[in-house]
């Protein structure tokens, strides 16, 4: 049984195919990672799971259904935490505004998530007053917060400074080992060494390879995966 | 130096009724004909940014005709012109003060709905996007989050606007509004004097400009998003070239 679904999913920018025909799935509790050159169609395939993009053919569904409001978390390569809000603001948000909790319940669960990505002492820092890592990770707890089925992850550590992306990385692989459902664009192979339950490779639009890590790495079936790991490794 | 300074008139002058009147109309023309057209700017401004080609033309055509064409021809055009054309604006409740009102609101109102655009505009995508995969809806993530963002960056082009609105008022002493400029004149046309009238009166414009100086640079730090609010010297005004609308 699969929690999140795309089927034939097809999608165009100004003629420009960036998506042809992706079928994929992930299970309950899988982390998949996909890598592959830029342009590749990784980021838009995730959007379309994401529902912030409309596919022009085929369908997205979570659990054999269209997703709700932040049942399908997403975590940005730039954070786009709201400027205006606190962290404890920018986590308190989907619940106050979405879900309609009260303000005392938002608050306690907010900061609950604030604490389980290690970031309770920034509750009432803004966004430009904490690091690259302090921003993922209230990022991370915006997302969880809303109690979503699967999340998402679009190169979260590609703008973070070296020594900043353990932090968020620490917490991705915690969020893998208590079962989340994950798929997760990112260059951070060592990561999808240890956390992925599989990693595929796109370029053109296209799933090229899916494949365990360990065959992936060790022994990709496809010449164009072995000439992507040839350069980026 | 002045070549003859009659304190005693200036004083008396600064201290009359129709000066206090005057610059009390001026101000209360001035922050409604402000609050009208940040609210039709606001509008007009989501009209021009609308994926909708007929709203996008109706907001262009609104901005053409209100900024191509001199405020003063607009003021006669309400004053005079429309009582011809409908009658209810030819009744007494249409008085002066209204026609200036309206005249101000509807030509500010053009350009504040490009002062609010390149506001709305300077706000990160990446932030609607952040609120649309939460699953808020448009009406909350422009009123949560893109509004708030975008009102810091239109602050000080606003207040620009309030003192080319408020010097604009004077524009009304010809549809026979008893403004500040009104008090000033009669006054020169009755003792037959001008530095001490005007001088008064120029006063009155300093402390309105001043205060509402102070307002802004409060307001600013109002929509300053740090836990310590930020205590940066206010920006000098930039130099702009007179106004001439």
């Known amino acids: 049984m699969s929690v999140l679904r795309a089927h034939g999913v097809h999608k165009q920018y100004d003629g420009l195919e960036v998506l042809r025909d992706v079928t994929f799935q992930v299970d309950p509790g899988q982390v998949k990672v996909i890598v592959g050159p830029s342009g590749s169609g990784k980021s838009t ?109 679009d190169e979260p550590t590609s703008a973070l400074d070296v020594e900043l992306v353990r932090e968020v990385l620490d917490v991705m692989e915690s969020l893998a080992h208590e079962g989340m459902t994950m798929v997760v664009v990112t260059h951070e192979l060592r990561f999808a060494h240890h956390v992925a339950s599989s990693v595929l490779m796109m370029d053109g639009g296209q799933i090229v390879e899916e494949a365990p890590p360990e065959e992936f790495f060790s022994a990709p079936k496809e010449e164009r995966t072995r000439r992507f790991l040839a350069l980026v490794e | 130096m002045l070549a ?95 026609a200036a009102w309206v005249t101000l609101s509807l030509n500010e109102a053009a350009y504040m709905s490009e002062i609010i655009r390149a506001g709305l505009l300077s706000v990160d995508p990446g932030q609607e996007l952040a609120g649309r995969a939460l699953g808020l809806s448009r009406r909350q993530i422009l009123r949560k989050v893109v509004v708030p963002q975008a009102v810091r960056i239109i602050i000080p082009p606003v207040g620009n606007e309030f003192i080319t609105l408020l010097k604009l008022t004077s524009l009304a002493s010809i549809i026979s509004l008893h403004e500040l400029l009104t008090a000033a004149t009669e006054l020169t046309s009755s003792k037959f004097v001008y530095n001490e009238p005007l001088l008064a009166a120029l006063v009155y414009y300093l402390v309105i400009v001043s205060i509402l100086m102070v307002l802004q640079a409060r307001l600013e730090r109002r929509f300053t998003w740090t836990s310590r609010r930020r205590r940066v010297a206010a920006p000098a005004v930039p130099a702009i070239p007179h106004d001439v609308r």
């Open chain 2, 4 to 98: 003859s300074f009659d304190s005693h008139l200036f004083w008396s002058a600064l201290s009359s009724g129709p000066y206090w009147r005057g610059a009390l109309t001026a101000l209360e023309l001035t922050i409604v004909a402000l609050v009208t057209a940040i609210v039709v700017g606001f509008f007009v401004a989501l009209g021009s940014l609308s994926s909708r080609r007929g709203t996008r033309t109706v907001a262009w055509t609104y901005n053409w005709l209100f900024r191509a064409t001199p405020t003063l021809l607009q003021l006669y055009f309400v004053w005079y012109a429309l009582p011809t054309w409908w009658h209810v604006f030819a009744q007494s409740w249409f008085t002066p003060f209204i």
């Open chain 1, 45 to 153: 395939l995730l959007r379309c799971l994401a529902l912030l993009e409309e596919p022009d053919a085929g369908t997205v569904s979570l659990e054999d259904r269209r997703p709700l409001p932040g049942e399908v978390g997403m975590v940005f390569q730039r954070f786009n935490l709201f400027q205006n809000m606190t962290a404890l603001g920018n986590v308190m948000c989907g619940l106050r505004e979405v879900r309609r909790l009260p303000k005392t319940e938002a608050r306690d669960q907010a900061m609950a998530f604030l604490t389980r990505v290690g970031v309770a002492d920034k509750a009432s820092q803004y966004p430009e007053e904490l690091s690259g890592g302090q921003q993922q990770r209230v990022a991370i707890a915006r997302a969880l917060v809303m109690r979503p089925k699967a999340m998402l992850f």
